[in-house]
Nanobody, 121 residues
Framework: QVQLVESGGGLVQAGGSLRLSCAAS????????MGWFRQQPGKEREFVAA????????YYADSVKGRFTISRDNARNTVDLQMNSLKPEDTAVYFC??????????????WGQGTQVTVSS
């Protein structure tokens, strides 16, 4: 069992930056692929970024590539999402995700409760 708790969301102006963090508890964090999804009102949850269990491979949605960076610290059981050059269309609830195989596939083993990110124009 893995519990995920996100933090770092908030309100920021367009062009600004935010850093989201996800703290994981439970066993075997370092064996899970980790990632972030987001959900806007009235829309389905969508993939944002993922990182392999070792941290050597990262994956990004086209909409955030070049602006967002995902990283993990297996010693601290955390995964972060650095978000730069934020746009109003990045406004969403962001969810941390953990999966034993692939986060990008979307069949997620564990979800966090979500954190709101609001980007004003």
């Amino acid at each position: 069992q893995v519990q995920l708790v996100e933090s770092g969301g908030g309100l920021v102006q367009a062009g600004g930056s935010l850093r989201l963090s996800c703290a994981a508890s439970g066993r075997s964090f370092s064996t899970y692929a980790m990632g972030w999804f987001r959900q806007q009102p009235g829309k389905e949850r969508e993939f944002v970024a993922a990182i392999s269990w070792s941290g050597t491979s990262t994956y990004y949605a086209d909409s955030v590539k070049g602006r967002f960076t995902i990283s993990r610290d297996n010693a601290r059981n955390t995964v972060d999402l650095q978000m730069n050059s934020l746009k109003p269309e990045d406004t969403a609830v962001y969810f941390c995700a953990a999966d034993s195989t692939s986060v990008q596939a979307g069949n997620i083993d564990y979800w966090g409760q979500g954190t709101q990110v609001t980007v004003s124009s």
